[in-house]
């Protein structure tokens, strides 16, 4: 050791380092690591201990579940001998120890990063040890054990530790997700208002003075460092404006920075007042004088509903009056018969369909009012896979890291995330499989996967373990338990009632969308009386009309468990408009278009089958043609090529298989991808992205297939020497693929249409035969009032048109009045102009069809994202 550096031994899992101050210790489940801790709760690289020059210093990387020092998580901090940290788990997490090296005097002027020796904690009675622990940790004993005093609402008092201690220096240690409430009550007594932040103590203090700018971001060239993915590298900005109030001044970040939980436009600034919140990532702030509060979004977050009400047309309420509260680091499960409101209740909880009335509180804050910023706070693991089934997991995540997070993100980052999440769900040695072959627990870990990328404080699942095997169903259920002990809030509405027990509260909701019950599992059926939740259930369903809720609302247990809910006092104001509630995108659209595209193109390639598929059903349809044997004899002394009166017949042929092929190409492509995209585009993603990269990428397909249909259906016939602009069988291509374009976008209309893959086929049928029919080949069509104008709508009719124009088939074909020979359809005048209209007409008719397709989208998404 250097002379005047603490000798200090560092000890952990029965090993001891002396600490060297000429470099620096990596902890963390890196096997390449310094310090090496195999744990699912400790981060891949989850901090770092170094000697800064004047004492040993130890710095969290960001962590998904924190270093802790004495219960409080921190985020950096000094250390000394007696030093004692906790990885992953404030209780019982991997145990770090710092004490003096042997013979070396105590180290004066060294601030612990926890507050109390190791000796003290050792001097314990192991009795008081084991109580400290069982008292940290979520209650889930039955009500007899319990003390039977009321269960208060969430996040509204911190413990008293946390109360009485008041950090004095400008680096604190964290020690509980810090949030605020609403800015009409943030304040705290100091300002007049309500406690801010849920009495919760800022992670780190930072001063402001006046001409001076600090900047925010990832990047380490930052004033204000925050290491988060979801924040830009270079963020956002204070700046002290002339007069001496401060401004907080968006640098075009991608995720967006927020006032009051409200967006500012990109690039955009505003003046904060004494009660005003900032948010840039998972972290906020909030200006005291001339000094800026911190305060990061860990994990440890309350939620709570009260009196959600949500009603349809004719008044009729689907779900009424729900109310209850949930703890930090709590699994939830909520549990009802058909009919109950279930999915109602999770659209409401999760801001896709805000209740009509009652408020969502994260935390303490209007997740409606704030959801711009909250929703990426927020995880939604749906019952069906949001996951491309045909990618593997690691490509699958990958892509999703793309949308998810801002566009300066490194591959190296994203590729770190990916890692640490598949190695938390112990997914990794399935990275390189496909999903497809997966069993249905691993897919929903993948699922769940996909939403610790972000690092969501809160997460909901629907149905998690429908058609899973009771094995299954409880894997999947202590993966939840697991994710709630490492300190996220978990809800999830199931229909399995075997491992309910696993859950600290279970929410009973009764037919016509009420509460029946709330409180611990194994309390709910001595409440209802039953032996078994099978008699439960049938008790619902032959008493529908029985007052469930009042007899809720009357009973011990809800004076219990849910009475104060209502102690959280009200945030005033009225929601925002939809464009401020719609987040920013994290990526520009041409970013999002590039990633779309890629990862549609590489679902397309792995998916053998349907490439084969694609080519195969061309080159039939086309071989068909040829199969037509040519008439010569035509009344003309001179035909004009070997396309004669039977060429008609043969472009129909042609132009009804590019019908078929392009509306199948897409028909199915919006319907499988629905659950999948409403996830994405409640995340930041653009519809009209998300559109044009089906478009682009089935059109270059459909084009493909339109050569291969006309190579195959004009290489054995002779085509006119001469067309109108270009070669005929240019023109007669071009006409070809711009009917597969309008039909691929008549398939994309059918896709969003329907609710399930097997109704595509009818309507498919459908379509391809109408086009048959109004080709102008097999009738005459003109001339027929109302049947030529509805005529008009149909793709094949113009692209007939178009070829007719080039292989002139209004002289080729029979007059269809032999008494009148001159009566010729006017669409097929061999003329440039009308060539021109009907190929205009055609791609008309598609670009309408993309309107419609967008907007049909807006009914498979979150309302909020409605714009």
């Known amino acids: 050791m250097g002379r005047g550096v603490p000798e200090l031994v560092l000890e952990l899992n029965g090993s001891t380092w002396t600490l060297d101050p000429s470099r620096s210790y990596t902890l963390g489940r890196d096997p390449q690591g310094d310090l090496t801790v195999d744990d699912a709760r400790v981060s891949w690289r989850h901090a770092t201990i170094r000697w800064n020059g004047r004492s040993w210093f130890i710095e969290d990387h960001g962590s998904t579940n924190g270093t802790y020092a004495d219960g409080q998580r921190i985020q950096q901090g000094e250390l000394g001998a007696g030093s004692v940290l906790r990885l992953g788990n404030a209780t019982d997490g ?7 090296a042997a013979g070396a005097g105590g180290v004066g002027g060294q601030r612990s990063a926890g507050r ?15 109580r400290q622990r069982d008292a940290a940790r979520p209650a889930r004993q039955p009500a007899a054990q319990q003390q039977p005093a009321p269960q208060h609402a969430p996040a509204q008092h911190a413990p008293a530790q946390q109360q009485a201690w008041q950090p004095q220096q400008h680096h604190v240690p964290q020690h509980h997700i810090p949030h605020q409430q609403d800015p009409a009550h943030a304040a705290g007594p100091a300002h007049g208002g309500a406690p801010a932040h849920g009495d919760r103590s800022p992670t780190t203090f930072h001063q402001l003075a006046l001409g001076r700018v600090m900047r925010i971001g990832r990047a380490l060239e930052n004033d204000l460092v925050v290491s988060d993915l979801q924040v830009s590298r270079h963020h956002a900005e204070f700046r002290a404006t002339p007069d001496g109030r401060f401004e907080i001044r968006d640098l075009g970040s991608h995720n967006g920075t927020y006032v009051n939980g409200l967006p500012l436009h990109k690039s955009g600034s505003a003046l904060l007042g004494p009660n005003d919140i900032v948010g840039v990532g998972h972290s906020t702030f ?29 008044g009729k309420q689907i779900l009424k009056d729900v109310s209850f509260g949930v703890p930090e680091k709590s699994l939830v499960a909520v549990i009802g018969p058909s009919g109950s409101g279930k999915s109602t209740l999770l659209k409401a909880l999760t801001g896709y369909r805000p209740a009509d009335q009652g408020d969502v509180l994260y935390d303490n804050r209007d997740l409606y009012k704030q959801f711009a910023e ?11 896979d949001i996951l491309h089934k045909e990618l593997t997991v690691a490509k699958a995540l990958t892509y999703a890291a793309k949308l998810r997070f801002p566009a300066d993100t490194t591959e190296t980052e994203r590729q770190a995330r990916i890692l640490e999440v598949l190695a938390e769900l112990k997914l990794d040695i399935h990275k390189d499989k496909k999903i497809t072959s997966l069993s249905g627990g691993q897919r929903k870990r993948v699922s769940v996967a996909l939403e610790l990328l972000t690092k969501p404080s809160l997460i909901f699942l629907d149905e998690p373990t429908s058609g899973l095997d009771p094995g299954m169903d409880r894997d999947v259920m202590q993966l939840l338990r697991g994710l709630a002990d490492d300190g996220r809030t978990v809800l999830v509405v199931t229909h399995s009632v075997a491992e309910l027990a696993l859950c600290d509260k279970l929410l009973v909701m009764a037919p016509g969308g009420s509460v029946a019950y709330f409180g611990p599992p194994e309390e709910a059926l001595n409440f209802f009386g039953y032996g078994s939740w099978a008699d439960v259930f049938s008790a619902f369903e032959n008493y529908r009309d029985y007052d469930w809720a009042g007899r809720w609302r009357g009973s011990q247990h809800y004076q219990m468990y849910a009475a104060d809910i ?5 945030q005033s104001g009225h929601l925002p408009s939809s464009q401020q509630m719609s987040p920013p995108k994290p990526q520009s659209w041409t970013a999002q ?6 990862r549609y193109v590489a679902v397309i390639a792995s998916d053998k089958g349907f490439m084969a598929l694609m080519l195969i059903l061309p080159a039939v349809l086309g071989g068909v043609s040829v199969v037509i044997p040519s008439d010569f004899g035509l009344a003309e002394p001179e035909p004009p090529s070997a396309f004669n009166s039977k060429a008609g017949t043969i472009m129909m042929i042609l132009a009804v298989g590019m019908c078929f092929s392009g509306a199948a190409n897409s028909a199915r492509e919006l319907i499988k991808e629905r659950v999948i995209y409403e996830r994405e585009r409640a995340t930041g993603l653009s519809r009209s992205a998300y559109l044009m990269s089906k478009v682009l990428v089935l059109g270059v397909i459909t084009a493909f297939q339109g050569v291969i249909l006309c190579g195959i259906g004009f290489a054995t016939r002779e085509l006119p020497e001469k067309g109108l602009l270009m070669p005929p069988a240019v023109e007669i291509c071009l006409a070809i693929i711009a009917l597969g374009f309008t039909s691929m976008m008549v398939g994309l209309v059918i896709s969003s249409l329907v609710r399930t893959s097997e109704k595509t086929m009818p309507l498919l049928v459908m379509f391809a035969i109408s086009q048959i029919v109004f080709t102008g080949v097999l009738f005459q069509v003109h001339g ?6 509805f005529a008009w709508l149909m793709p094949s009719r113009w692209a007939m048109a178009a070829a007719g124009s080039t292989l002139d088939l209004a002289h080729l074909m029979p007059p269809w009045d032999p008494d009148d020979p001159t009566d010729l359809d006017p669409l097929w005048a061999q003329t440039t102009g009308q060539w021109g209209i009907n190929m205009s007409v055609l791609i008309a008719i598609g670009l309408v069809c993309g309107v419609a397709v967008a907007r049909l989208l807006r009914r498979h998404e979150p309302e909020v994202m409605r714009t």
């Open 566 to 570: 209502d102690a959280v006092a009200a």
């Open 94 to 100: 991997p145990r770090l120890s710092l004490a003096a």
């Open 374 to 384: 909250l929703r990426r706070r927020i995880g939604l693991v749906p019952q069906d």
């Open 116 to 130: 109390q020796a190791p000796a003290q904690q050792e001097g314990q009675p192991e009795r008081e040890q084991e």
């Open 286 to 314: 909030r200006l005291v004088g001339d000094r800026l509060e911190e305060f990061v979004d860990t994990g440890e977050v309350s939620f709570s509903a009260r009196h959600l009400t949500v009603t349809v047309d004719g």
């Open 784 to 789: 027929s009032p109302g049947l030529e104008q």
């Open 593 to 598: 278009l590039w990633t779309l595209m890629r």
